[in-house]
């Protein structure tokens, strides 16, 4: 069955920077788009980045554009997200998650939490 | 950026009770819509794409249904295990955005 499993989260202090990765398992992960979604403590959901299958096209939102970077690794069925300069609002729980623009979001990590705070 | 608006927030449901949330994005996203449930701690969960299209292992008893701007998810007899928080999310174009939500409660 599909699997993604996140790691990499913890406490940082702002300004700091973090890497999160995601163990993709029970699919052929070189054929589908990632993308990274959080969700702040008691708020709803919110898109981060997506990457293609590939990883040749790579999309953010305004809200993290120029401090995050997504990545993958196929070959360790691996996706990564690089978080640098991060503050306060960053304060998260971070989902990767399969699908992207006109491809439905069908599995979810079980989620990795980021604190941010001095 | 395209803005989905669910409702209500919230609403409390007798067991067996026919529930309905509905969704209504700011432009035309076509069929482009997912329902997702999350239940408290734990990380969502597909239900239904494309509008309709049951998610394989989802029960029978939730359904969906739209096009265009308004869409909805309807939940018939209402189940304990069916309790928690169900967002819409269009992914038509980027950024990907979701609704706010919406809690589901027993009465």
């Known amino acids: 069955q599909v699997q993604l499993v996140e790691s990499g989260g913890g406490l940082v202090k702002p300004g700091g920077s973090l890497r999160l990765s995601c163990a993709a398992s029970g699919f052929t992960f070189s054929d589908y788009y990632m993308s990274w979604i959080r969700q702040a403590p008691g708020k709803g959901l919110e898109w981060l980045s997506y990457?293609?299958?590939?990883?040749?096209?790579?999309r953010y939102s305004d809200s993290v554009k120029g401090r995050f970077t997504i990545s993958r690794d196929n070959a360790k069925r691996s996706l990564f997200l690089q978080m640098n300069s991060l503050r306060a609002e960053d304060t998260a729980i971070y989902y990767c998650?399969?699908?992207?623009?006109?491809?439905?979001?069908?599995?979810w990590g079980q989620g990795t939490l980021v604190t941010v705070s001095s | 950026d395209i803005q989905m608006t669910q409702s209500p927030s919230s609403l409390s449901a007798s067991l067996g009770d026919r529930v309905t949330i509905t969704c209504q994005a700011s432009?035309?996203?076509?069929?482009?819509l997912d329902w997702h449930q999350q239940k408290p701690g734990k990380a969502p969960k597909l239900l239904i794409y494309d509008a309709s299209t049951l998610q394989t292992g989802v029960p029978s008893r939730f359904s969906g249904s739209g096009s265009g701007t308004q869409f909805t998810l309807t939940i018939s007899n209402l189940q304990p295990e069916d309790i928690g928080t169900y967002y819409c999310?269009?992914?038509?174009?980027?950024?990907?955005?979701f609704g706010g939500g919406t809690k589901v409660e027993l009465k």
């Open positions: 990457i293609s299958s590939s990883g040749t096209s790579i």
């Open positions: 998650a399969r699908g992207a623009d006109e491809l439905p979001t069908d599995y």
């Open positions: 432009q035309d996203i076509t069929n482009y």
């Open positions: 999310q269009q992914y038509d174009n980027l950024p990907l955005t």
